[in-house]
C-alpha cells in the first residue's frame, strides 16, 4: 500500500478516537480514490479531500473541513518558505487543502514529514473561533503568510495530537456553527 493511504488510515483512525474515546467503529476512514472521485464529475463534489465520514456522528467534521494528508517529502522545509522557492511543498499542499474546501468549507492539512510528527493545518478564521471557547493558544503554533497570493489564506500550524486533545468535537462544532457551516 502506497504511504499515502496508510497515512490517510492513520489520521482516520485518530480522528475516530478523538470522536468517540475508542478505536472502533471506525467513524472517519479514507476517501477512495484519495479525493480524486471530485475531479471526475460534478455530482462528486462532496467528495473531496482525504478523510472521510462513515458514521453520521462523524459528518459535522467533514462538513466543515475538507481534510487533505500529506506524507513523506523528507526534503521539505520551513526554511523554503521563507526562500520563496517555486517548489515549497507546504504551499502547494496548502493551495490543494484550500481547493478541495471550496467555498463551502474550510480547509484543514495534516501534514507529517518523513520521521516527524504530524502537524494540522488550519485557517486565521477558524483559529479565532476556536480561541473564543478552548486553549488553542497554549500550544506553540507556526504561522504561515503568502505574500503576493491572494487566493490563499495564512496556514497556522499545531502539533496535530495536542491539537486533538486541546480542541474538542464541542469547540468543532460550535466553529461550524459560528461559520454557518454543519448545519446545512
Not at 504511504?3 to 492513520?10: I, T, V, W
Not at 462528486?44 to 467534521?61: M, N, P, T, W, Y
Not at 491572494?150 to 496556514?155: A, H, N, R, V, W
Request: charged content about 30%.
Amino acid at each position: 500500500m502506497a504511504k499515502g493511504g496508510d497515512f490517510e488510515r492513520h489520521v482516520a483512525k485518530e480522528l475516530t478516537v478523538w470522536l468517540s474515546g475508542k478505536p472502533k467503529p471506525y467513524m472517519f476512514w479514507r476517501m477512495p480514490a484519495s479525493g480524486g472521485l471530485a475531479t471526475i464529475h460534478e455530482e462528486c463534489v462532496g467528495l473531496a479531500g482525504d478523510i472521510r465520514s462513515v458514521h453520521k456522528d462523524a459528518e459535522f467534521l467533514t462538513n466543515i473541513f475538507a481534510i487533505e494528508c500529506k506524507t513523506g517529502y523528507p526534503r521539505t522545509s520551513f526554511w523554503q518558505h521563507f526562500k520563496q522557492t517555486k517548489t515549497f511543498n507546504i504551499e502547494s499542499f496548502w493551495k490543494q487543502a484550500c481547493g478541495e474546501a471550496g467555498e463551502d468549507r474550510q480547509p484543514m492539512l495534516i501534514y507529517r514529514k518523513k520521521n516527524n510528527k504530524p502537524l494540522v493545518g488550519i485557517t486565521d478564521e477558524v483559529v479565532r473561533k476556536i480561541q473564543e471557547r478552548s486553549d488553542l493558544m497554549e500550544i506553540p503554533a507556526i504561522t504561515m503568510y503568502w505574500p503576493g497570493i491572494k487566493d490563499i489564506p495564512p496556514l497556522n500550524l499545531f502539533n496535530f495530537k495536542e491539537f486533538l486533545e486541546n480542541v474538542g468535537p464541542d469547540e468543532i462544532k460550535e466553529v461550524g456553527e459560528k461559520l454557518g457551516i454543519w448545519l446545512r
